[in-house]
């Protein structure tokens, strides 16, 4: 091999190098999106969220995953779990709902809302997991 290729071969890999630890940084240091100030893409019941994922969860996963929607709908249960609150909409199915996971800071302020008690959250969707997955949520009906 001579000595021409053999530079060009390294600067090839350094560059290679060089361009992957750069994509590791910004993935890395990506700025985290603030739910309470980003509008939702989607306003929608959860119910009608819930049947979407059940009757096609591909087209539903087109349609929603990783956007922030608006999610409107009756609590059935409202949990904390070490710090972390969790409240669960109904659906129309028994075996169900819509499962909004709050930040810790947020968390405080779903104690406050009551079994029954229809409620607008926001926030990003990352699936179906025989309940509709949100997280990063935010009460948007104080």
């Known amino acids: 091999m001579s000595k021409k290729l053999r530079k060009i071969i390294a600067f090839i890999i350094l560059l290679f190098v060089f361009v992957a ?16 100030k ?9 119910s009608v969220l819930f049947d979407e994922f059940l009757n096609d969860e591909i087209s539903a996963n087109n ?3 990783d956007k922030i929607i608006q999610v409107n709908g009756k609590i059935i249960s409202n949990k904390n779990f070490e710090g972390k ?18 930040s810790p800071k947020s968390s405080k302020k779903i104690q406050q809302f009551k079994i029954r008690q229809n ?15 949100l997280v990063k949520c935010e009460i948007t009906n104080q």
């Open 21 to 36: 630890f750069f994509l590791a940084y910004k993935f890395a240091n990506k700025s985290h999106v603030d739910i309470s």
């Open 38 to 46: 980003t509008s939702a893409e989607i306003t929608i019941n959860a």
């Open 63 to 65: 349609k929603y995953l």
């Open 85 to 102: 609150g969790v409240i669960e909409l109904e659906s129309n199915n028994d075996f169900g709902s819509v499962l909004c996971h709050f």
């Open 119 to 133: 409620v607008e959250i926001k926030g990003i969707c990352t699936g179906f997991l025989m309940d509709v997955i």
